[in-house]
């Protein structure tokens, strides 16, 4: 579909991330999903392309500007290129840089973002707790003030990229129950009374190092509480926004990357005497799959525009985020029925992908939860 909103610099940028990664990546996916690891050095050179540089000043590494159409863009080539575990631990700094950027102290501000920015660094958002991640008003990981520093004690379940990182945000009680009681620290991973364990065998995002966090009397310095005390839910849920957004571009890139699958191997594929694709069948679910796109692409870019004029539109980003997951979960299942049986052989991108829906259907703020948000943004 023609993109009304492209531009030579928004195609410029769109086009080197693309050739980057059709270069460097799309060939090695399987293998590094298989070790369930990639080269560290992917870190520094997926930062070089400036995809987590949005709206963060130069002085610190960031680009100086921002756009949410390239973001778009970075998402959608991420999300074509069927590498999510490489993405996800790459980009968990992407949603820790916004809370770093607006909330941390300048000493932090300057010695940590040009190393998170650069790739050299890794870091991580440490919301989720064993007892629940949809409710973050519940959070029961504590921060007590001492003197000048603040203890934490308690634990952060399926924290992305927290094996590799150095650097983390972490939400956790200041106050009485609820969401007035929660506040952001910014905590290194050489603390003392930190600790870190991998979670294994996920069902997607293979590549991707995946953790839980202990904080036992874990003291870190007063000036490392990120904001106001008790602001913190706040600032999470509007963190949550970007990258909901950010998703949704990926689940774009996903599916036009399944379509295009769907069409070179139903061209290829010969049943009953024809390929494929001339059965009618076949033509009506490429024909099914290419609205939805479409659908999420006008969705996304309209998204976008809103965003550029500087509003957070929080009830469209929530609809987005449900409405890209809904209609990846089709295309995904539909993809996997064109293939037939080849689909369901591991080392292609069909399977890959639709073993990475759920994550995209629940990580970040569930379908339900951005259901619940929608309504409630709408006053009802
Ligand atoms: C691979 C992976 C990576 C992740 N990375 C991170 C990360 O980097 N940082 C981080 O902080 N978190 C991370 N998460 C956590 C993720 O954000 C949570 O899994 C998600 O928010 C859901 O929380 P939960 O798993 O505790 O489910 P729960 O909150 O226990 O919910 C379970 C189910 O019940 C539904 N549900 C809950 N409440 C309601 C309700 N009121 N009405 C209807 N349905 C409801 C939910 O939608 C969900 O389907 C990651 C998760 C995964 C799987």
């Excluded at 130069?58 to 998402?75: C, N, Q, T, V, W």
Aim: charged residues 25%; aromatic residues 10%.
């Amino acid at each position: 579909m023609i993109n009304p909103f492209e531009n030579e610099q928004r195609r410029a940028f769109k086009d080197s991330i693309a050739k980057f990664l059709e270069a460097e990546v799309w060939p090695h996916v399987d293998a590094w999903d298989e070790a369930g690891a990639y080269p560290h050095e992917m870190n520094e050179k997926i930062c070089a392309l400036g995809v987590f540089g949005f709206d963060i000043p130069e002085e610190y590494g960031g680009l100086g500007f921002d756009d949410a159409h390239m973001r778009k863009a970075s998402g959608v080539e991420m999300g074509r290129s069927s590498a999510g575990g490489l993405m996800a631990s790459v980009g968990s700094r992407s949603i820790m840089l916004k809370p770093l950027t607006e909330l941390a102290n300048d000493e932090i501000r300057q010695r940590v973002l040009p190393e998170l920015l650069s790739g050299r660094k890794g870091g991580a958002l440490g919301i989720t707790e064993p007892g629940g991640g949809s409710d973050v008003a519940n959070m029961k990981t504590t921060a007590r003030k001492d003197g000048d520093e603040w203890v934490l004690n308690g634990q952060k379940m399926f924290i992305t990229g927290g094996m590799q990182a150095s650097y983390f945000v972490i939400g956790a009680r200041t106050g009485g129950d609820g969401m007035g009681g929660i506040s952001l620290f910014f905590v290194e991973a050489d603390t003392p009374g930190f600790s870190r364990t991998p979670i294994e065998r996920k069902m997607g995002w293979w590549a991707s190092d995946t953790a839980t966090l202990y904080f036992d009397e874990c003291r870190i310095p007063a000036a490392n509480l990120m904001g106001e005390e008790h602001k913190g839910f706040y600032a999470i849920m509007n963190n949550f926004n970007n990258e909901r957004f950010w998703m949704a571009a990926q689940m774009l890139g996903m599916s036009m990357r399944l379509f295009d699958e769907c069409v070179a191997y139903a061209t290829d594929r010969q049943t009953f005497n024809k390929p494929l694709i001339k059965h009618q069948v076949i033509r009506h679910k490429l024909a099914d799959m290419s609205a939805k796109i479409d659908a999420m692409d006008a969705y996304l870019n309209q998204v976008a525009e809103i965003i550029n004029t500087g509003d957070t539109p929080v009830a469209e980003i929530s609809k987005l985020k449900f409405f890209c997951s809904t209609n990846l979960e089709w295309i995904a299942s539909e993809a996997m029925q064109i293939f037939g049986g080849a689909g369901y052989l591991r080392g292609n991108a069909v399977e890959r992908i639709y073993r990475e829906v759920k994550v995209q259907a629940i990580g970040g703020g569930s379908q339900e939860i951005m259901r619940d948000l929608t309504v409630k943004q709408m006053g009802l």
